[in-house]
C-alpha cells in the first residue's frame, strides 16, 4: 500500500474551501468575552508550522539548509508552546459568580497539561 | 511494508487526528464553559503531531542522509529551546501584557513559515510555477508578519513610543510592495532552468525577504496604539494564510486545514474588531488617524469639574446602581484588582454593579474581559455593548475608568468629528459620571470629549490603582465609623 500524500490542484482548493468555511462557521458563533483567548488559541494553532520546520530540518542536506530549518523549528516550537501557555492561563480564568471564587492567580498552572518543547 | 511506508501511515494518521482535534478544540474554545478543555484537546493535538514527525527520518531523500544524526540532534535543541523559552515567558508574563505577547508568538508562526520556504527557495524544490508561486506568496505574508508583529510588539511593550509617519510614506510603501513583487515575478517567469526548475540565485531570493520584512516595518511604523486590536488580528489572519500555503507546498494536508481554519477565523475577527470602530479595515491600515488637522468641536459647554477619589467612593457607595466602563488606563495602570476590591465593597452594601465591555476597548480584542477574569471578576457581570447600552438610562452613576473615545458623545451627535458613526457605550446617559484618569489630556483620537464638561459628570484625577485605594479606604472607612 501507498501512504505517501499528494496533493494537487483542485483537491489542494477543496481543502482551503472547506477549512476556511469551517474556521470562519466555528469562530462565528463566539462571544465577545472569549474574543482574547480565541485569538490567542487560534494563535496557537497555527504553531503547527513547527511540523514543517521538522520536515524542512529532517531533510536539509546543506549547512545553510541546517540552519534555515533550525530557525524554522525553533520559531514553530516557539509560536506553539507559547501560544499554549498563555491561552492555557487566560482560560483558567474564565469564571461564574456562582462557582466558589478561587482567585486565578498569575502563573497558575494546572499540573496535568502536557509540556510542549 | 518497508519502513518508509509504516511512518507515512503514521504521519498521516496523527497529522489527520491533529487537524480533527484542532477543529474540535476551538470549537469547544466558543463557550466560557468548555473553553479551558477546548485548549487542552488541541494541545494534544499538537503534541501527538510534533512527535509523529520524528518519522520523517525514515523518509528523507539521499541528498540529506549523510546529515540525519546531526538533523535530529538539531531538531531536538530546536524544539526544547523555542518551546522551553515562550512556555517559560508565556507562563511568567504579566496579563495585562497579553497583546504584545501573542504579537511575539504570532510573529514566530510567519517566521517559521517564511523560514520553510526560504529552504524550498534556496533549494529549488518547488517541481513547477504553481507550487513556485505558492511558496513565493507563502514567503511574503510570512515574512510581513514576522516584521509587522515585531514592530506591534515593540509599540506594545511601550519600545516605540510614537506612531512614526513621515510624508509620502503611502507612496513609499507602495513602492517597496511593487518592488517585492517584481522580484517574485523574475523568480517565477525569468530565472527558470531548461526543466523549469528554479536556477540558483541566492542574491535575488536574499532580496526577495528582505523587501518583504522591510514592507512588514514600514506598514505597521504609523499604526497607533489604539488600532492594535485590528492590527494583531490581521497578522494572526496571515500567519495562518501563511502557514497553510507552506502546507500545500510541503504537501502536508493538517498544515493546510489548520492554517486556513485560523485565516478564515482570524479574517472574521478582523472584521469585527473595524466593524466596532465603524472603519474599513483598509481604513485602519492605511489612513493616519489622528494626524489629520485638529479638529476643532463647535459647541463644547461647561467645565471641567474635578472631585476627590473618597467622594466618588461614597456616593457610590449609597448609590442603587453602578456601571464601570475600563479601558486601556486601566490596565496600564494594572488596577484591575484593586477595582475588583472596590466592586465587592459595593456589592457587600446591596449596589447593583455591572461592567460594560466596549469592543475595542484595550490594545486587543476584548483585552478587558481577560483582565477582569483575571482579578476574579465572574462573567456573568460583564456586559457587552449591545446587552448593556439601553441600561445607561435607568443608572445612578457610570464609572469611566481609563477609557476616553469609546464613550465621546461626539460619535452620536457631531458630524464633523473623525469618530462620528462609531457605536460608543453610553455613559452619559447615567444619573451620574464619574471620569478615573490620569491628567487632562485628550484619547487616542485626539478629540476633545465633550461627555468631561457634561453637567453630570466629574473628573477624579490620578493613577486608576491609587484612585481605586483612596475609593476602598473612603468606603471601608464608613464601615468603621457605623460599627464605632
Given amino acids: ?117 | 511494508m518497508t519502513m518508509t511506508g509504516i511512518a507515512q501511515l503514521i504521519i498521516g494518521a496523527t497529522d489527520l487526528a491533529a487537524a480533527f482535534l484542532f477543529m474540535y478544540g476551538l470549537k469547544r474554545m466558543s463557550s466560557p464553559v468548555t473553553a479551558p478543555s477546548g485548549i487542552f484537546v488541541a494541545g494534544v493535538g499538537m503534541l501527538v503531531a510534533v512527535l509523529a514527525s520524528f518519522f520523517y527520518v525514515f523518509d528523507v531523500g539521499a541528498a540529506a542522509q549523510p546529515h540525519l544524526v546531526v538533523n535530529v540532534g538539531l531538531c531536538v535543541l530546536a524544539l526544547i529551546l523555542g518551546g522551553g523559552i515562550a512556555w517559560w515567558a508565556g507562563r511568567k508574563v504579566a496579563m495585562t501584557a497579553m497583546p504584545q505577547m501573542v504579537a511575539i508568538y504570532n510573529g514566530m508562526g510567519g517566521g517559521a513559515a517564511g523560514a520553510i520556504a526560504a529552504v524550498e527557495l534556496f533549494g529549488a524544490k518547488a517541481p513547477g510555477m504553481t507550487q513556485l508561486v505558492v511558496t513565493l506568496l507563502g514567503a511574503l505574508i510570512g515574512s510581513i508578519s514576522l516584521s509587522g508583529s515585531l514592530i506591534a510588539w515593540a509599540k506594545l511593550q511601550g519600545v516605540i513610543k510614537k506612531p512614526l509617519r513621515i510624508r509620502g510614506q503611502q507612496y513609499f510603501n507602495i513602492l517597496v510592495l511593487l518592488g517585492t513583487l517584481a522580484v517574485a515575478g523574475y523568480l517565477v517567469f525569468v530565472a527558470q532552468g531548461a526543466s523549469g526548475q528554479l536556477l540558483p540565485m541566492p542574491q535575488l531570493i536574499y532580496l526577495f525577504f528582505g523587501c518583504a520584512l522591510i514592507y512588514g516595518i514600514l506598514m505597521t511604523l504609523p499604526i497607533g496604539g489604539a488600532d492594535m486590536p485590528v492590527v494583531i488580528s490581521i497578522y494572526n489572519a496571515a500567519t495562518g494564510l501563511a502557514v497553510g500555503l507552506e502546507g500545500f507546498v510541503l504537501g502536508n494536508p493538517a498544515l493546510m486545514i489548520a492554517g486556513m481554519v485560523v485565516g478564515a477565523a482570524g479574517t472574521l475577527l478582523t472584521l469585527l474588531m473595524a466593524q466596532a470602530m465603524n472603519r474599513s479595515v483598509a481604513n485602519v491600515l492605511f489612513t493616519n488617524f489622528g494626524g489629520a488637522p485638529k479638529h476643532k468641536p463647535s459647541h463644547i459647554k461647561g467645565s471641567l469639574k474635578p472631585t476627590a477619589a473618597a467622594d466618588a467612593g461614597i456616593f457610590m457607595r449609597y448609590a442603587k446602581s453602578v456601571i464601570i466602563i475600563p479601558g486601556y488606563g486601566l490596565a496600564a495602570a494594572q488596577a484591575q484588582q484593586k477595582l475588583y476590591e472596590f466592586v465587592k465593597l459595593l456589592l457587600a452594601a446591596h449596589v447593583s454593579v455591572k461592567f460594560a465591555i466596549h469592543p475595542v476597548a484595550g490594545r486587543m480584542p476584548g483585552q478587558m474581559d481577560v483582565l477582569l477574569a483575571e482579578a476574579g471578576v465572574p462573567y456573568d457581570l460583564i456586559f457587552q455593548l449591545d446587552d448593556i447600552n439601553e441600561e445607561f438610562k435607568t443608572t445612578d452613576v457610570a464609572l469611566v475608568i481609563g477609557a476616553n473615545d469609546v464613550v465621546n458623545p461626539a460619535a452620536r451627535t457631531d458630524k464633523g468629528s473623525p469618530i462620528y458613526g462609531m457605536p460608543i457605550l453610553n455613559a452619559d446617559q447615567a444619573k451620574q459620571v464619574y471620569v478615573v484618569k490620569r491628567g487632562q489630556g485628550k484619547g487616542y483620537a485626539d478629540i476633545v470629549n465633550a461627555l468631561f464638561y457634561a453637567d453630570n459628570c466629574n473628573m477624579v484625577y490620578g493613577d486608576a490603582a491609587a484612585v481605586m485605594t483612596m475609593m476602598i479606604e473612603a468606603v471601608r472607612g464608613l464601615g468603621a465609623k457605623a460599627a464605632a
Fill in chain 1, 1 to 117: 500500500m501507498d501512504f505517501s500524500i499528494q496533493i494537487t490542484g483542485f483537491v489542494a482548493l477543496y481543502i482551503f474551501m472547506l477549512a476556511a468555511f469551517a474556521g470562519w462557521v466555528i469562530i462565528g458563533h463566539v462571544p465577545a468575552i472569549l474574543h482574547t483567548p480565541l485569538m490567542s488559541g487560534s494563535n496557537f494553532v497555527h504553531g503547527i508550522v513547527v511540523v514543517g520546520g521538522m520536515f524542512a530540518l529532517l531533510n536539509a542536506g546543506t549547512v545553510q539548509e541546517q540552519a534555515i530549518g533550525f530557525f524554522a523549528v525553533l520559531l514553530g516550537a516557539g509560536n506553539a508552546a507559547g501560544g499554549y501557555a498563555v491561552t492555557g492561563r487566560m482560560l483558567a480564568m474564565f469564571q461564574t459568580s456562582g462557582q466558589k471564587t478561587h482567585h486565578a492567580k498569575r502563573g497558575h498552572t494546572k499540573a496535568s497539561h502536557p509540556k510542549k518543547g
